[in-house]
C-alpha cells in the first residue's frame, strides 16, 4: 500500500515524461490523440448496441496479447456479451479495430488514476481482462472501488522476476489481489505466483496461446510468396535470433552448410540487424536471398533465405524440419510452441526461465537446450537420422495437442462470474 501512494506521488513525473515522450514516439502521440476519440466513439456503439449483454472489457497491449485472446473471443457467448476490445499500441488498433471477434475496439487510457475512472465507470464492464503481463495498477484500484469483477489470463511468473524482489514484492502484493482470479498455464505457475497473491485466488487453466498456434497451423493463409519454400529443399530455420546468436549459429551453419539450407528471420527486422546476419554469412561464404527479392529467382539455388517481413515467422516454420529459436543467449527464448505446432524439432539457448514450457520440454527432452555451437551443430545433424527425426516431431506435435482447450476453461470461469 505505501509502495502504491508513492507510485501515486510520482504521478506529476509521469505525466511531464509521457508528454516529452510524445514528441518523439509516434506510438505514444498517436495514442494521446486518437484515445479521446476512439473511446468516445465506442462508448456510443455499446449505448446504442449493448442492450441486455454483460459488458466485458478485453485489454491487449500488442499483436502478441491479441493473438492470445483471439481462440477465446472466437468461443464467447455473443448473445450474452457486449465485447469491448482495448489495444495499446497503434499499429496493432490500425490492423485489428474492425475485428468481427468483438463488439468495438477502442485505445485502452493510459494509467492515470483519472482516465481509470473515468474510462471504468462509462463503459460500466461486469468485467475487465488483461493477459499475461499486463498489469495497470490505477485501473485495478478503480475496478475494485467500482465492483468490476477483475481477471487475468495466462498470467506468467518465474522464480527471478523483479516482481519478486523485496521492493517490488509489497507493491505487486497489493496489486495483484485486486484481480479476482488469475488463470495461469501450469501448477509450477500456481506455486510462484501464490507468493505475491492469495492461493484461492489462482486457477490451472492451461493457457489460450497453445489454442490459438494450433488454429493458426489448420487455418493458415495462402501466401504464394511462401509456397516458393515447398521447393525439396531441407530447411532449418534460425526464428527470432538477435545479435548474441550469431556467432553459435556462425560456427554451426559453417560446419553443416552442405547439409541443409537455412530460413533465418531476425527478432528485429531493421538495417543493422540486417547487416549483421549478411556480414555473418559472407564471413563463411554463404550464399543468400531476401525472400522479399525473390521474385523470378530460383529460391532453391541459395543457401540461406533471410525474412526482413514481420508478423510470419509462425507460418514459415512449416517449411522446417529443425528449429532454433532465438535470444536464449540474452533476454531469455522466445515462443517454442509455434515451432513444436508445425511438427519441427526445436532447439534454445539456455535462459530458458521466463517461459514455462521451454523449461517443461527440456525436463520431458521434447526441446533440446543448446550452450554452444557444438551442441546446436549435434541437433542439426539429426536432419541425417529421419526415422528419428520424424519421432521427435511427433513427440513434439503431441505435446502441443495435450495443452489444447484451455479457452473454454477460461470461458466457463468468465460465465460463473
Known amino acids: 500500500m505505501i509502495l502504491y501512494i508513492v507510485y501515486l506521488l510520482l504521478l506529476p513525473v509521469v505525466i511531464i515524461l509521457v ?28 449505448d446504442k ?41 497503434p499499429t496493432i488498433y490500425e490492423y485489428e479495430y474492425d475485428n468481427n471477434l468483438f463488439d468495438v475496439s477502442c485505445y485502452h487510457p493510459l494509467d492515470f488514476p ?50 519478486l524482489y523485496p ?37 490451472v487453466t492451461g493457457d489460450s496461446r497453445f489454442d490459438q498456434i494450433f488454429y493458426r497451423t489448420k487455418n493458415q493463409p495462402n501466401d504464394s510468396s511462401l509456397e516458393k519454400l515447398n521447393n525439396g529443399s531441407q530447411y532449418i530455420i534460425l526464428g527470432s535470433i538477435d545479435t ?14 552442405k547439409n541443409a539450407k537455412y530460413i533465418i528471420v531476425p527478432h528485429e527486422v531493421n538495417a543493422n540487424s540486417l547487416a549483421e546476419i549478411e556480414s555473418m554469412l559472407n564471413a563463411i561464404n554463404m550464399t543468400y536471398i531476401y525472400l522479399s527479392e525473390s521474385d523470378n529467382k530460383q529460391i532453391q539455388d541459395y543457401d540461406c533465405i533471410i525474412i526482413n517481413s514481420i508478423g510470419i515467422l509462425p507460418d514459415l516454420y512449416r517449411y522446417a524440419d529443425i528449429a532454433y529459436v532465438g535470444s536464449g543467449f540474452s533476454t531469455g527464448v522466445h515462443s517454442v510452441i509455434e515451432p513444436l505446432a508445425q511438427k ?12 514455462d514450457e521451454a523449461v517443461e520440454i527440456t525436463e520431458l527432452k521434447i526441446g533440446h537446450q543448446i550452450n554452444n555451437s557444438e551442441e546446436l551443430l549435434n541437433v542439426f545433424k539429426l536432419t541425417a537420422d529421419e526415422e528419428n527425426l520424424l519421432k521427435m516431431q511427433t513427440y513434439g506435435f503431441q505435446y502441443i495437442k495435450n495443452k489444447l482447450n484451455a479457452s473454454t476453461k477460461i470461458i466457463k470461469i468468465l460465465d460463473k462470474g
Open 344 to 355: 519441427c524439432i526445436v532447439c534454445y539457448g539456455p535462459k530458458i526461465n521466463i517461459l
Open 19 to 46: 508528454l516529452l515522450l510524445s514528441l518523439i514516439n509516434q506510438k505514444i502521440r498517436k495514442n494521446l490523440i486518437n484515445g479521446f476519440v476512439t473511446r468516445s466513439k465506442a462508448k456510443k456503439y455499446l
Open 244 to 257: 548474441a546468436d550469431l556467432p553459435i549459429v556462425k560456427n554451426a551453419i559453417y560446419n553443416f552448410k
Open 167 to 203: 521492493l517490488a514484492k509489497s507493491f505487486n502484493k497489493f496489486i495483484f489481489n485486486k484481480f479476482d482470479k488469475i488463470l495461469t498455464a501450469s501448477s509450477q505457475l500456481k506455486e510462484t505466483l501464490s507468493k505475491i497473491i492469495s492461493n484461492n485466488k489462482i486457477i
Open 114 to 163: 483519472w482516465s481509470a475512472f473515468l474510462f471504468l465507470n462509462s463503459f460500466k464492464p461486469k468485467i475487465y481482462l488483461t493477459t499475461r503481463h499486463d498489469i495497470w495498477p490505477h485501473h485495478l484500484v478503480v475496478a475494485k472501488l467500482l465492483n468490476i469483477k477483475c481477471y487475468l489470463i495466462n498470467a506468467n511468473l518465474y522464480n527471478e522476476s523483479k516482481r
Open 49 to 89: 448496441h449493448s442492450s441486455g449483454k454483460d459488458i466485458i472489457i478485453m485489454h491487449a497491449a500488442s499483436a502478441g496479447e491479441f493473438e492470445q485472446l483471439k481462440p477465446i473471443l472466437r468461443e464467447m457467448d455473443r448473445n450474452k456479451y457486449f465485447i469491448v476490445q482495448t489495444f495499446q499500441s
